[in-house]
């Protein structure tokens, strides 16, 4: 940022040059009335000094108030007398015209040693020249002349006023055109330049400057052109490196991640080995009782209905177990064929059954033209159960809980589970999917829950992304890809 208190440049060469300009005219001004006053007074002493040999070679022999009269009349019409005074060899005035002054030291000493002097008066306006009277070798008198400086004054007052007039028409059209030649050839390349070199601070190397200037500021133009070629290719060397950093960066993160995940993936699998093992052998019992107890029992319809029920609660036990073994190490899923309006009203009986949705305000949404679903509908099931209960257990004391189910296009279908509970802590939204990680109280959750979820979404080939604000609930969206029956081989 350019300090607003400098000068452009501009302006401070030709305050420079108006410098240079006022002390030259200054300097050849007090020269040229200088010398030229001197050329005028000599001038005029001159011309005083030929009055005085007119005068005095028209002088009669004996001075008398007739004999100058014609003289008075002569020297009153001369441009700039003003004075005239004539003494005798004793001092004594013989002739006074328009002089008020007295004889003078100088007139006396013209007297004594006759030569021809001038000089001019205290204040400098006016001349005073003096010369002796000679008969033969004899000083008979002398003369003093005076003259005024008046008209010669007036001249050089004239000169001056001309010469300035000169003076500053020059000075403006000097500048007017200095401006307009620093402008072209100095102010203008070097904005242009200033104006590209404001533009590479803010990182932008794509305006090269071309200036048709004089060689310097040309070469300067190429120097700035090849400047700015370097930092763009110094620029982009550095964000390929940054790209190559982050690539670096994020292989090495998922790299982690995935270390991990493999570590906690035996550890699941090692739980999941226990659980098989302890679970296994009661729940084995518990379904073969169940099986005979359905044979002895068959003619009740009722607890023939209570035995299928507890069967099949156990065979979900079973495949939650085989399930937690196959995230650990997955399986080849049971693809099967899931009408999805089936599968939902299915679903939300068998919650609604099991009291999943005591003190909760559920309700179902399903849209029409729904894609078909070809999954494990054993999985699918268990995602959303995972889903369900994870919201019922964000509402204890009874919330709203939304599920539906809309066609994205033609082979995609979004599965939404939304409650009004107390909704997700922003530092917590990243490690929900994690496996292990849970935030109610020890003994309620295991953590597996949206782990496994997550898994089995992958593996469908879908995603399951969350939003949710603290106190205000949740929403998982689920995205599955829908296939057209006759893709199916």
């Not at 060689?215 to 052109?225: P, Q, T, V, Y």
Request: hydrophobic share 45%.
């Amino acid at each position: 940022m350019i300090s607003r208190f400098r000068f452009n440049l501009t302006f401070a060469i030709l305050a420079s040059l108006a410098s240079l300009l006022l002390l030259t005219w200054l300097l050849l001004s007090i020269i040229s009335f200088k010398t030229a006053e001197k050329d005028l007074l000599a001038a005029k002493s001159a011309h005083a000094s030929s009055l005085l040999k007119i005068i005095i070679s028209t002088l009669p022999a004996k001075v008398s108030a007739d004999s100058l009269s014609s003289l008075s009349a002569a020297l009153s019409a001369e441009k700039d007398f003003a004075g005239f005074l004539l003494i005798d060899k004793k001092g004594e005035t013989l002739f006074r015209l328009s002089d008020g002054l007295a004889v003078d030291a100088q007139l006396l000493e013209t007297l004594r040693h006759p030569a021809s002097k001038s000089r001019f008066t205290p204040q400098g306006i006016q001349l005073l020249s003096y010369a002796p009277i000679m008969q033969g070798d004899t000083v008979t008198g002398a003369i003093r002349l005076k003259l005024s400086l008046g008209s010669e004054y007036e001249l050089l007052a004239r000169s001056r006023t001309l010469f300035l007039g000169y003076f500053i028409l020059d000075f403006i059209l000097l500048l007017g055109l200095g401006a307009f030649i620093l402008r072209r050839i100095i102010v203008s390349p070097l904005e242009r330049l200033l104006t590209a070199t404001e533009r590479v601070i803010e990182g932008d190397y794509s305006h090269p400057v071309h200036i048709p200037a004089s060689r310097e500021i040309a070469g300067l133009a190429e120097s700035f052109n090849l400047m700015q070629d370097t930092l763009r290719e110094r620029r982009d060397q550095v964000e390929a490196h940054l790209l190559s950093l982050e690539a670096a960066n994020r292989a090495l993160q998922e790299a982690r991640l995935e270390t991990i995940r493999s570590e906690k993936m035996a550890s699941v699998g090692l739980l999941a080995a226990g659980m098989a093992h302890e679970i296994g052998a009661p729940l084995a019992a518990i379904i073969g009782y169940s099986g005979i107890l359905s044979e002895e029992l068959s003619g009740d319809a009722e607890k023939s209905d209570y035995l299928r029920r507890i069967t099949e609660d156990a065979g979900r036990i079973d495949r939650l177990v085989r399930d937690l073994l196959n995230y650990a190490k997955p399986v080849k899923p049971e693809i099967e064929r899931i009408d999805v309006k089936e599968f939902f009203d299915d679903l939300y009986a068998m919650l609604e059954r099991q009291g999943v949705f005591k003190k909760l305000d559920a309700s179902l949404s399903l849209d029409d033209d729904l894609p078909t679903l070809y999954l494990d509908r054993h999985q699918l099931m268990q995602v959303l159960m995972n889903l369900v209960m994870n919201a019922r257990d964000a509402m204890p004391d009874g919330g709203s809980l939304s599920i539906s189910a809309s066609a994205v296009d033609i082979d995609c279908l979004l599965i939404q589970v939304e409650d009004s509970g107390e909704g997700i802590l922003t530092e917590n939204i990243d490690r929900i999917f994690e496996p292990f990680f849970t935030t109610k109280e020890p003994g309620r959750g295991t953590g597996l829950g949206l782990a496994i979820a997550a898994r089995l979404v992958e593996n469908f080939g879908g995603r399951i992304d969350v939003e949710s604000e603290p106190g205000r609930g949740t929403t998982f969206r689920v995205r599955l890809p829908g296939v057209v029956e006759g893709d199916i081989s």
